[in-house]
């Protein structure tokens, strides 16, 4: 079945500690994006890719890291600049300018030790 | 920002219709109006989307207001998987990111 893949479904992460969270889609988009949603609140644009080599940063990039190599794959770093990374990471894809639906993942909680 | 208004939650049993509202007032002609829903501790799912014409698909109908500054979801007969925190999020067709508020969390009692 086409569908996108997060890992882990769970993280821990020391303080200091860069963490690195996977997204795989076999939909054959274009577009990944990456979320992320605090508790009772909806969800924020961290950074995006159009396409294979290129991301642009959403509204909250500040301490987050993403590269995009494959089409498939568009993995996210969380660093140890971003102070309050204790977030569920939801990972999306569509396929690109003209698609109009996103797609999403079943996320990745992180939580800070 | 969130450019739409919804309620922070609503009941309905189960079996019956639920409507959803949400209220987009600042919307522009080419923004369509789109659900998305998300179960707890899952990703959000698409539901359905539309520009000015009503819309239904297996799962729900999107009923637009013909000055386009609301909208409703109707869910025509809600089960307990329905409960979940429905999004309405306005954007224009190719823009890259979509806009998440706060939703409406919909318990669907039995």
């Known amino acids: 079945d086409g569908g996108i893949t997060q890992s882990p479904k769970y993280l821990f992460r020391k303080e200091g500690q860069n963490v690195t969270l996977s997204c795989e889609q076999n939909l054959n988009h274009d577009a990944m994006y990456w979320y992320r949603q605090d508790p009772g609140q909806g969800l924020r644009l961290i950074y995006y890719s159009q396409i294979v080599n290129d991301f ?29 990374p204790t977030a569920f990471y939801l990972c999306a894809s569509n396929r690109g300018t003209g698609g109009k639906t996103q797609y999403f993942g079943p996320g990745t909680r992180l939580l800070v030790l | ?71 409703t979801l109707i869910l025509p007969h809600a089960t307990l998987r329905d409960t979940a925190v429905y999004y309405c999020i306005v954007k224009i067709q190719g823009a890259q990111k979509l806009v998440f508020g706060q939703g409406t969390r919909l318990t669907i009692n039995p």
């Open chain 1, 56 to 84: 642009q940063k959403g509204d909250i990039a500040e301490g987050y890291s993403v590269s995009r190599e494959k089409k498939e794959s568009f993995p996210l770093t969380v660093t140890s600049a971003q102070k309050n």
């Open chain 2, 1 to 71: 920002d969130a450019k739409t208004t919804q309620p922070p939650s609503m009941d309905c049993a189960e079996g019956r219709a639920a409507n959803l509202p949400c209220n987009h007032s600042t919307i522009s002609g080419n923004e369509y109006v789109y659900w998305y829903r998300q179960i707890h501790s899952q990703g959000p799912q698409y539901i359905i989307h539309g520009l000015k014409n009503n819309e239904t698909n297996e799962m729900a109908s999107l009923i637009i207001t013909e000055d386009r500054k609301s909208s």
